[in-house]
């Protein structure tokens, strides 16, 4: 999770526990990761809102790629935030 969630969903995950496992498989993460400039683009607050961009890349879910949206959903399931 170490980069943007999709991108900072999956960076810095501040969500988690240090006791809790991380909840995005290997595959979804690196997936993630292949959005990342993506969202950077879309959501340039991404490394540096509270949030880590959540808000935006929710907010503008429909000028993401079919494809980072899909995997923008599967990593905002995964989390709980769908």
């Given at each position: 999770?170490?980069?943007?969630?999709?991108?900072?969903?999956?960076?810095?995950?501040?969500?988690?526990?240090?006791?809790?496992?991380p909840v995005?498989s290997?595959?979804?993460q690196?997936?993630?990761?292949?959005c990342?400039?993506?969202?950077v683009?879309?959501c340039p607050?991404v490394?540096t809102?509270d949030?880590?961009?959540l808000?935006?890349?929710t907010?503008?879910?429909?000028?993401?790629?079919?494809r980072?949206?899909v995997?923008?959903?599967r990593v905002?399931?995964?989390l709980g935030?769908?």
């Open positions: 999770m170490r980069a943007v969630a999709i991108a900072l969903l999956i960076a810095e995950p501040s969500h988690c526990s240090a006791a809790s496992p995005l290997e595959r979804l690196q997936d993630a990761m292949s990342v400039n993506e969202a683009q879309i607050e490394f809102a949030d880590h961009g808000a935006c890349m907010g503008k879910r429909a000028a993401f790629s079919p980072c949206r995997i923008y959903d905002a399931r995964a935030r769908r």
